[in-house]
């Protein structure tokens, strides 16, 4: 299926376990995102990558890792989990012809 | 430096009656302007986007936006609101397609 997909929709783990979350898109964007978005606070932006192997840091990288080997696949790994990252955490892809972005389902994910 | 402002993080309004949802931004450079919305445990949908052509953008469930230069304002509008209109709405800017700078939300509830 053509889209952006993220995998698990949800996830419990526990604190100070790693955990990873998956983004696939299958319209080759050059830029791909990571927002967590909680209340109060609309999507902040974590990690984004322009491109396969270039990453950068966003508004709120701190606990979070990111690699892009391929330019469809953007995973993100919480290294050593915490309750303050119990959040939803939406993928998205752009290129720079349309303009917009492309939003994946979300992960809701639960540190207990 | 970017950064968007939606007044109002809740709005009620009668079914049938006006939708106004407000938006202002700033930005150093011409912007791109777009509204999202996101129903309950959904990702986030475009609804219209403004790239510098028309003013006045029309975009999808009736919905339509005019970018005001002199007010920096993107204000979203929809003459007669349905039930089904009933989600948050989030006003995006972007310079270049590679970065995103988001509102923090306007929750939009419809009133039988």
């Known amino acids: 299926d053509a889209g952006i997909t993220q995998s698990p929709r949800y996830k419990i783990t526990e604190t100070g376990r790693q955990v990873t979350l998956m983004c696939h898109q299958t319209w080759s964007h050059s830029y791909m995102f990571w927002y967590r978005q909680d209340l109060g606070h609309g999507l902040r932006l974590i990690y984004y990558s322009a491109a396969a192997d270039i990453t950068d840091k966003g508004e709120v990288p701190d606990g979070y890792v990111v690699s892009r080997s391929k330019t469809e696949n953007f995973p993100l790994t919480l290294e050593s989990a915490t309750r303050s990252q119990t959040s939803v955490y939406f993928c998205a892809s752009s290129d720079l012809v349309n303009t917009e972005a492309f939003f994946g389902q979300g992960t809701r994910l639960t540190v207990v | 430096a970017q950064s968007v402002t939606q007044l109002g993080s809740h709005v009620s309004v009668s079914e049938g009656a006006l939708v106004l949802l407000r938006c202002n931004y700033s930005s150093s450079v011409p912007p791109y302007l777009f509204w999202y919305v996101q129903y309950p445990n959904q990702g986030l949908q475009l609804l219209l986007k403004?790239?510098?052509?028309?003013?006045l953008v029309k975009g999808i469930n009736g919905f339509e936006a005019e970018f005001k230069k002199s007010e920096t304002s993107f204000h979203l509008t929809k003459p007669s609101a349905h039930m089904s209109d009933a989600a948050e709405y989030f006003c995006?800017?972007?310079?270049?397609?590679?970065?995103?700078?988001f509102g923090t939300g306007t929750s939009l509830t419809v009133i039988p």
């Open positions: 403004y790239t510098s052509a028309a003013t």
């Open positions: 995006v800017l972007s310079n270049t397609g590679n970065q995103f700078y």
